[in-house]
């Protein structure tokens, strides 16, 4: 069955219109007399979005019961089952209740694509994956919620929602959008008019690129090579010379008068002009480029115009600059140089031919000496026309001789050879001793030689010309050879330096490789490891080959492709959309050559990175065997002392002093408990030995536990009846919990500490993609400055340098390090009014678990109220 189609409606904001949009299109279809069924549409109380839903058939939701909780998904299986020809579903983004088929709603849609059905859908921008962290530096809200760009781009079209910022404003000021206890919040903080530009801008740019992804594609399918000015789009021609500031310069200003557009900066390196080329003002020009917002490139080809003008027409380019001299503007034009055949090449691309004095230290003044196919065929012309010409001269001269007949035919064959090279000249050779014998060796008007020293003449008249005519076009094969060595090793350095400084260099000298070989997609794989073995002895080709990186978008099969480059006998470097000709494979060698000692690289990182983490293993250890040594002597010397008091002969203690004694032993020996449990579990930490037995639980499970030993009074619990069960340890947990909680009340004895939970026990973000829960451990203690939170989970850590008996300084170390190893995090915030909150978040549990009590409160410690706000 077909893949249905997928129409998205896209906003910038909550509010502008997106799902009153996707319902008034569901009314048009439903008037073309489509079967469209509304299956889950959020209308949020808004009165006119609510009203678009009558007339429109609607499946009821499916209500799923998590944690105590009801919540309303779409029903999938009652919308396959209805099988209708469009189905309206809202919050492509949305995750679903776990207990859902799919983690997300965009999963579940894509089962009805597959099915034949139809869809509308909504989305925010602040939704997009690759948005994600532009949206919440922009507006301060972390998006919980968010969907990959590869699969919005899949939808078939994607229609855009906008209004003005101004307007969007002025319809939450009239209630259109939230509740009216919340619309001065808004107002102030999420809906600010500098937020809505920016997230407007953001939607209008990337749909932008979207748009122009569709128009390369639907060139590229119907090899439409011309370009179309759908976007403006300047290249900029580099030589290599410091006349490229000024282009740059130039075209940039071109830029700003259209408000909008791409700029292109296109070194074109020339197999002939790399010695001319100027690294360091190749360099400057790059930084210029890339401070004005524009990007740079390279590219190389025999031809510098018709590499410029191929580059243009790959990227849709509707202006070309380029640089002339002022004192050769004339030569140029009448020599044909580069930029007057770029001027001829164009077609219907603008050319801008800017003058600048700092002429000829680019590709222009470099003289060329490859024989190319003009003076190839020149010189066939010359070595029929030049003997005859010759031969004419000697006719008029008053008198000559055989040896003034050869050597003048003898300069004759070496211009010819000088320019055409090495066929010519035997052409010419050939000719010139056919005219000297018939003309100019007795007897005249034959071709018979009588005289043998005639016939040595001649000879050596043919051997000369062609000894000449061989070393010409030998230098000028050698020259070529040479230039493009140059070329390629200039080329292979911008590489270099362009992936030094890239965040991924492999990535980074891929994406080159696009610009360099012309080609659509580079990609980079190394043999499976099943497959490397037995491709290895036997030498198959069809071995399993794993993507490792790439530029573009690679081939499902590796060794279907038009150019593969074996690096080594596990790594291949493969290249699509074009056939590369042979001159370029010693240049794909090098690529590939350099990629693979990248990859090495990448090896020995990884390897020194395990080295340091083995490290600072050791080095935890050594902190360990250091705490041993000093800080547990108290509790051992406290339960020495007191053991040997009582074992002493001869001394009497009363009924209290021996209950005395008994409790230090008590204290020292939990104290003592505690400190080698920290220590223990720290050394498990750092050598990666935490195996975490996950299983669904609650928090008032392991509450009681970790409060054992806790003063009564101390610590007040107050957890909301519907706390949902999370994903974790018990003895982990336990331990997070009571090692913040001993820490609180510690430092904090003048303070109440308070355990709390949010009503519904959901956090406002997520862990994994996970819905998470959270709880709370509050205390309003003297708090611990902002500067040293992180420091205070780093092992062996003590606030304001408490003295060693109180512990080692693990409590929070440890707790952080389990709460990681459960899938969670802690983390640490002020407590209003002064004090330290703990936060413990950890993922919702999937799993079947008892059910919850009304209210829970730990045996013997008061309930509290939870604070407002976490309501």
Same mark, same amino acid.
């Given at each position: 069955?077909?893949?249905?189609?997928?129409?998205?409606?896209l906003?910038?904001?909550?509010? $502008?219109?997106?799902?009153?949009?996707? &319902?008034?299109?569901?009314?048009?279809?439903?008037?073309?007399?489509?079967?469209?069924?509304?299956?889950?549409?959020?209308?949020?109380?808004?009165?006119?979005?609510?009203?678009?839903?009558?007339?429109?058939?609607?499946?009821?939701?499916?209500?799923?019961? =998590?944690?105590?909780?009801?919540?309303?998904?779409?029903?999938?299986?009652?919308?396959?089952?209805?099988?209708?020809?469009?189905?309206?579903?809202?919050?492509?983004? @949305?995750?679903?209740?776990?207990?859902?088929?799919?983690?997300?709603?965009?999963?579940?849609?894509?089962?009805?694509?597959?099915?034949?059905?139809?869809?509308?859908?909504?989305?925010?921008?602040? @939704?997009?994956?690759?948005?994600?962290?532009v949206?919440?530096?922009?507006?301060? #809200?972390?998006?919980?919620?968010?969907?990959?760009?590869?699969?919005?781009?899949?939808?078939d079209?994607?229609?855009?929602v906008?209004?003005?910022p101004?307007?969007?404003?002025?319809?939450?000021?009239?209630?259109?959008?939230?509740?009216?206890?919340?619309?001065?919040?808004?107002?102030?903080?999420?809906?600010?008019?500098?937020?809505?530009?920016?997230?407007?801008?953001?939607?209008?740019?990337?749909?932008?690129?979207?748009?122009?992804?569709?128009?390369?594609?639907?060139?590229?399918?119907?090899?439409?090579?011309?370009?179309?000015?759908?976007?403006?789009?300047?290249?900029?021609?580099?030589?290599?010379?410091?006349e490229?500031?000024?282009?740059?310069?130039?075209?940039?200003?071109?830029?700003?008068?259209?408000?909008?557009?791409?700029?292109?900066?296109?070194?074109?390196?020339?197999?002939?002009?790399?010695?001319?080329? !100027?690294?360091?003002?190749?360099?400057?020009?790059?930084?210029?480029?890339?401070?004005?917002?524009?990007? =740079?490139?390279?590219?190389?080809?025999e031809?510098?115009?018709?590499?410029?003008l191929?580059?243009?027409?790959?990227?849709?380019?509707?202006?070309?600059?380029?640089?002339?001299?002022?004192?050769?503007?004339?030569?140029?034009?009448?020599?044909?140089?580069?930029?007057?055949? %770029?001027?001829?090449? !164009?077609?219907?691309?603008?050319? @801008?031919?800017?003058?600048?004095?700092?002429?000829?230290?680019?590709?222009?003044?470099?003289?060329?000496?490859?024989?190319?196919?003009?003076?190839?065929? %020149?010189?066939?012309?010359?070595?029929?026309?030049?003997?005859?010409?010759?031969?004419l001269?000697?006719?008029?001269?008053?008198?000559?001789?055989?040896?003034?007949a050869?050597?003048?035919?003898?300069?004759?064959?070496v211009?010819?050879?000088?320019i055409g090279?090495?066929?010519?000249?035997?052409?010419?050779?050939?000719?010139?001793?056919? &005219?000297?014998? =018939?003309?100019?060796?007795?007897?005249?008007?034959?071709?018979?030689?009588?005289?043998?020293?005639?016939?040595?003449?001649?000879?050596?008249?043919a051997?000369?010309?062609?000894?000449?005519?061989?070393?010409?076009?030998?230098?000028?094969?050698?020259?070529?050879?040479?230039?493009?060595?140059?070329?390629?090793?200039?080329?292979l350095?911008?590489? *270099?330096r362009?992936?030094?400084t890239?965040?991924?260099?492999?990535?980074g000298?891929?994406?080159?490789?696009?610009?360099?070989?012309? $080609?659509?997609t580079?990609?980079? =794989?190394?043999?499976?490891?099943?497959?490397?073995?037995?491709?290895?002895?036997s030498?198959?080709?069809?071995?399993?080959?794993?993507?490792?990186?790439?530029?573009? !978008?690679?081939?499902?099969?590796?060794?279907? *492709?038009?150019?593969?480059?074996?690096?080594?006998?596990?790594?291949?470097?493969?290249?699509?959309?074009?056939?590369?000709?042979?001159?370029?494979?010693?240049?794909?060698?090098?690529?590939?050559?350099?990629?693979?000692?990248?990859?090495?690289?990448?090896?020995?990182a990884?390897?020194?990175?395990?080295?340091?983490? &083995?490290?600072?293993?050791?080095?935890?250890?050594?902190?360990i065997?250091?705490?041993?040594?000093?800080?547990?002597?108290?509790? &051992?010397?406290?339960?020495?002392?007191a053991?040997?008091?009582?074992?002493?002969?001869?001394?009497?203690?009363?009924?209290?002093?021996?209950?005395?004694?008994?409790?230090?032993?008590d204290?020292? !020996?939990?104290?003592?408990?505690?400190?080698?449990?920290?220590?223990?579990?720290?050394?498990?930490?750092?050598?990666?030995?935490?195996?975490?037995?996950?299983?669904?639980?609650?928090?008032?499970?392991?509450?009681?536990?970790?409060?054992?030993?806790?003063?009564p009074?101390? $610590?007040?619990?107050?957890?909301?009846?519907?706390?949902?069960? %999370?994903?974790?340890?018990?003895g982990?947990?336990?331990?997070?919990?009571?090692?913040?909680?001993?820490n609180?009340?510690?430092?904090?004895?003048?303070?109440?500490?308070?355990?709390?939970?949010?009503a519904?026990?959901?956090s406002?973000?997520?862990?994994?993609?996970?819905?998470?829960?959270?709880?709370r451990?509050?205390?309003?203690?003297?708090? $611990?400055?902002?500067?040293? %939170?992180?420091?205070?989970?780093q092992?062996f850590?003590?606030?304001?340098?408490?003295?060693?008996? *109180?512990g #080692?300084?693990?409590?929070?170390?440890?707790?952080?390090?389990?709460?990681?190893?459960?899938?969670?995090?802690?983390?640490?915030?002020?407590?209003?009014?002064?004090?330290?909150?703990?936060?413990?978040?950890?993922?919702?549990?999937?799993?079947?678990?008892?059910?919850?009590?009304?209210?829970?409160?730990?045996?013997?410690i008061?309930?509290?109220?939870?604070?407002?706000?976490l309501?």
């Amino acid at each position: 069955m077909a893949r249905a189609t997928l129409r998205i409606f896209l906003g910038a904001a909550p509010g $502008v219109g997106k799902t009153y949009a996707m &319902l008034e299109e569901a009314h048009r279809l439903l008037g073309r007399g489509e079967d469209v069924v509304v299956a889950f549409a959020m209308h949020h109380g808004r009165a006119d979005t609510l009203a678009l839903t009558h007339g429109l058939e609607t499946l009821p939701p499916q209500v799923i019961e =998590y944690r105590g909780s009801a919540f309303e998904e779409m029903d999938l299986d009652a919308v396959l089952a209805r099988r209708p020809h469009t189905a309206i579903v809202d919050e492509y983004a @949305h995750t679903n209740i776990p207990g859902s088929r799919n983690e997300k709603r965009w999963q579940d849609i894509e089962e009805l694509l597959e099915a034949g059905i139809n869809v509308l859908s909504t989305v925010n921008v602040q @939704h997009l994956a690759s948005l994600g962290d532009v949206v919440s530096a922009i507006t301060e #809200v972390k998006q919980a919620e968010t969907v990959p760009d590869e699969v919005v781009r899949l939808a078939d079209q994607i229609h855009l929602v906008d209004i003005s910022p101004e307007l969007l404003r002025q319809r939450l000021g009239d209630g259109k959008i939230y509740a009216s206890d919340k619309i001065d919040a808004a107002l102030s903080n999420y809906f600010r008019v500098g937020n809505l530009t920016a997230l407007r801008e953001l939607a209008l740019l990337w749909l932008a690129d979207r748009v122009d992804e569709g128009l390369t594609r639907y060139r590229a399918e119907n090899h439409i090579e011309e370009s179309w000015p759908a976007r403006e789009r300047i290249v900029i021609g580099l030589t290599g010379g410091a006349e490229g500031e000024v282009l740059i310069r130039r075209a940039a200003r071109i830029l700003k008068r259209v408000n909008g557009g791409d700029l292109l900066a296109v070194h074109v390196r020339a197999a002939d002009g790399v010695a001319a080329e !100027s690294p360091h003002d190749l360099e400057a020009q790059r930084t210029l480029i890339k401070d004005l917002g524009g990007s =740079y490139h390279t590219v190389s080809g025999e031809d510098p115009a018709k590499a410029l003008l191929d580059f243009a027409r790959s990227v849709n380019a509707t202006q070309i600059v380029v640089g002339v001299s002022r004192h050769k503007l004339v030569s140029g034009f009448l020599k044909g140089g580069v930029g007057s055949r %770029v001027v001829k090449g !164009s077609g219907d691309i603008d050319v @801008h031919m800017v003058s600048h004095p700092l002429g000829g230290r680019g590709i222009e003044r470099t003289r060329k000496r490859d024989l190319g196919r003009a003076r190839v065929v %020149v010189g066939f012309a010359m070595a029929l026309v030049v003997p005859v010409l010759l031969q004419l001269l000697l006719a008029v001269a008053p008198s000559h001789n055989i040896a003034t007949a050869v050597l003048v035919q003898l300069t004759g064959s070496v211009a010819v050879a000088l320019i055409g090279g090495l066929w010519p000249a035997l052409l010419g050779a050939l000719w010139s001793s056919f &005219l000297v014998n =018939y003309f100019s060796i007795p007897p005249l008007g034959t071709l018979t030689i009588s005289d043998p020293q005639n016939l040595l003449a001649l000879m050596v008249f043919a051997g000369v010309s062609s000894a000449v005519a061989l070393v010409v076009d030998l230098s000028a094969r050698r020259s070529k050879e040479a230039a493009r060595a140059r070329s390629e090793a200039a080329t292979l350095g911008d590489l *270099t330096r362009g992936a030094s400084t890239a965040e991924d260099p492999v990535q980074g000298l891929l994406e080159q490789a696009l610009d360099v070989f012309q $080609v659509r997609t580079a990609a980079l =794989y190394i043999a499976a490891a099943s497959a490397s073995a037995s491709s290895s002895t036997s030498g198959s080709s069809s071995a399993s080959w794993q993507l490792v990186a790439s530029a573009g !978008s690679p081939e499902t099969d590796p060794d279907d *492709t038009e150019n593969i480059e074996q690096v080594d006998g596990n790594t291949r470097l493969v290249l699509t959309g074009r056939v590369l000709p042979a001159s370029d494979l010693r240049l794909l060698g090098a690529f590939g050559a350099h990629l693979a000692a990248l990859l090495e690289r990448r090896q020995l990182a990884a390897t020194r990175r395990e080295m340091m983490r &083995l490290a600072e293993s050791n080095t935890m250890r050594t902190s360990i065997l250091r705490a041993v040594s000093h800080d547990l002597r108290t509790p &051992l010397a406290g339960i020495k002392l007191a053991v040997g008091g009582l074992r002493q002969p001869g001394v009497k203690y009363t009924e209290q002093e021996e209950e005395e004694l008994l409790a230090t032993i008590d204290e020292c !020996s939990d104290r003592l408990d505690g400190l080698v449990g920290n220590l223990l579990d720290m050394s498990r930490i750092t050598s990666d030995s935490v195996n975490a037995l996950i299983k669904p639980l609650r928090w008032y499970d392991v509450i009681p536990a970790a409060l054992h030993g806790i003063t009564p009074g101390r $610590v007040r619990v107050d957890l909301p009846p519907n706390m949902p069960a %999370v994903d974790a340890d018990a003895g982990m947990l336990e331990r997070v919990i009571a090692n913040i909680v001993e820490n609180a009340v510690k430092y904090a004895p003048d303070s109440d500490v308070v355990i709390v939970g949010a009503a519904g026990g959901l956090s406002t973000t997520t862990l994994a993609g996970r819905p998470a829960s959270e709880l709370r451990i509050i205390d309003h203690g003297q708090g $611990v400055p902002a500067a040293n %939170v992180l420091k205070m989970f780093q092992p062996f850590q003590r606030l304001d340098d408490v003295p060693a008996a *109180t512990g #080692v300084g693990l409590g929070l170390a440890v707790a952080q390090g389990f709460t990681e190893a459960m899938g969670g995090t802690l983390t640490a915030e002020e407590t209003p009014g002064g004090g330290l909150t703990m936060l413990i978040r950890l993922p919702l549990s999937t799993g079947p678990t008892p059910d919850a009590p009304q209210r829970f409160t730990a045996p013997g410690i008061p309930a509290l109220p939870a604070p407002k706000g976490l309501e």
